[in-house]
């Protein structure tokens, strides 16, 4: 059963994406409109001229859950 639980969890951190996030807190725009029109922290990166560390952000949290 705890298997299934991390497995779940697991899938619904992945499929938040910290780009959005990042790109929405920042400059108020969705990440499709940044950029190349890419949804991804290096994409991201490239338009606000700094390196974020969302995807890293997520990666802390999931092994701390």
Do not use: Q
Not at 3 to 24: D, K, N, P, Q, T
Not at 28 to 51: E, Q, S, V, Y
């Amino acid at each position: 059963m705890e298997c299934i639980v991390c497995l779940v969890v697991g899938y619904a951190f992945g499929s938040i994406l910290a780009a959005e996030i990042v790109a929405r807190v920042m400059v108020h725009k969705f990440a499709f409109d940044l950029g190349d029109g890419i949804p991804g922290m290096a994409n991201i990166g490239h338009a606000l001229g700094t390196k974020r560390c969302g995807e890293r952000g997520d990666t802390v949290l999931d092994v701390l859950l």
